[in-house]
């Protein structure tokens, strides 16, 4: 079966791309899932949620966090794109905790900045 | 004459010394280019991938409609978002912007519009403010590298002015004049207008694929504009960051030759002088042989 191409991008650098087998975002609806062969999808990202991408050479899973954006998948092309991405082994995990704090702190009505930084504990392979 | 050949000795000291700042502010541009260009090619996959789902999105959706791609013939005001640098020793290059910006200011007044600017870097805001003209909003502090986070900024700020009316202080149009990079000799000032978004009829041999949409296409389209604009201001930012870094360069690289050339100048003079005092001294002590000989003859 052919692989996917992905492309992980973000405004300022192009995060990761490669080959995939399998490609799993958040939209704002739900999970889903993508395996090659899929039909053409354009969708909107949660803001703050975890891409998983499941390299085609069967190496470690990469994961990542991302802010807003959207995700396009056309002939086997998956690109995604963030306006914050950060790759889960990237993570500073300290800041991200002290972000995750400093959000709860607030106690702000958008919690947005929350799952930002749980996103990135998460993709950090840590559970919060 | 030791006087003028102490001076001349100084005027040397100081002029070296300023040869050997600007030439090293020119390596430092030089190498800031590079990395500038670099950040432009790094941002070229985000903007093609979303001007590739924004044509697919448009092209599949014929009449679709937004207020970002709307004309707002009511409003009267049209904002300038005006980009210049933050330093100076550059040479024409925000002399250059804001000349063409308040050509813009003045072709917009003629037309009966209200132009209102927005100011990006410190130069611009100083220029406008020594002048006491009324400024909208103006940013500063990234002029060097400016990141999305800056780009968004604006973006947000310009994108909810366009969408209130006159009355409460938005604006009808945005324009943009910025400095695109052309090569490392050229710099070209240029003025486009950003919003309402235009779309243009394109013939292209390559079909976007049907795309559904998740969760509708209304709210991928809600999503894409604004950050299609901000790649927008974004890639403007950047280019205008890596024309400034060339503009430093060449204006330094001439105040290097031109420091050169005067290091010339005062080196022949001081020699002259040198040669006089010695030809004065040479002259007095036979005068003064000449003048002793007489006396001792008698």
């Not at chain 2, 002029?15 to 432009?40: G, L, N």
């Not at chain 2, 986070?149 to 943009?176: C, P, Q, S, W």
Request: hydrophobic share 40%; with cysteine; aromatic share 6%.
């Amino acid at each position: 079966m052919a692989n996917l191409r992905v492309g992980l991008v973000s405004p300022e650098r192009e995060i990761w791309s490669g080959e995939a087998k399998m490609v799993v975002a958040q939209t704002i609806e739900g999970s889903l899932g993508i395996l090659p062969g899929h039909a053409p999808v354009l969708g909107v990202l949660l803001d703050g949620s975890v891409v998983k991408v499941e390299p085609a050479d069967g190496g470690e899973p990469i994961v990542a966090m991302v802010g807003s954006g959207f995700f396009s998948v056309a002939a086997d092309e998956v690109s995604v794109l963030a306006e914050q991405a950060e790759l889960g082994h990237e993570v500073d995990v300290q800041d991200a905790r002290q972000a995750l704090e400093d959000a709860l702190a607030a106690e702000s009505e958008d919690a947005t900045t929350e799952r930002r930084a749980r996103a990135r504990l998460r993709a950090a392979g840590i559970e919060a | 004459m030791a006087a003028q050949l102490r001076q001349l000795r100084q005027r040397i000291r100081s002029v070296k010394s300023t040869a050997k700042i600007t030439r090293a502010q020119e390596m430092i541009a030089t190498s800031r280019i590079v990395k500038a260009q670099q950040a432009v090619t790094a941002s070229k996959p985000y903007a093609d991938q979303i001007t590739q789902a924004l044509t697919a999105l448009v092209s599949h959706h014929v009449g679709i409609d937004h207020p970002l791609l709307q004309e707002q013939p009511a409003d009267n005001r049209s904002a300038v978002l005006i980009i210049t640098s933050d330093r100076g020793f550059c040479g024409a290059y925000n002399a250059n912007v804001i000349r063409e910006a308040e050509s813009l200011i003045k072709a917009l007044r003629d037309e009966g519009r209200e132009p209102v600017p927005y100011v990006v870097g410190n130069k611009g805001i100083t220029w406008y403010r020594f002048r006491d003209r009324d400024v909208a909003e103006t940013w500063h502090g990234f002029s060097d590298r400016p990141t999305f986070g800056n780009a968004e900024e604006i973006g947000r700020r310009l994108t909810e002015d366009f969408l209130k009316t006159d009355a409460e202080g938005g604006v009808g149009e945005i324009h943009v004049v910025y400095t695109e990079f052309v090569s490392m000799l050229t710099q070209q000032v240029r003025v486009t207008r950003l919003m309402p978004l235009e779309i243009e009829e394109a013939e292209s041999s390559k079909v976007p694929p049907a795309y559904e949409f998740e969760p509708s296409a209304a709210a991928a389209l809600d999503l894409l504009l604004p950050n299609y604009v901000e790649s927008r201001i974004f890639h403007m930012l950047l280019q205008s960051a890596a024309a400034f870094q060339a503009a430093v360069r060449r204006a330094m690289k001439s105040a290097t030759d031109n420091a050169n050339e005067l290091l010339g100048v005062y080196t022949r003079q001081m020699n002259q002088a040198r040669q006089a005092a010695i030809t004065q001294e040479i002259s007095e002590i036979v005068g003064g042989a000449d003048a002793l000989a007489e006396s001792g003859g008698e």
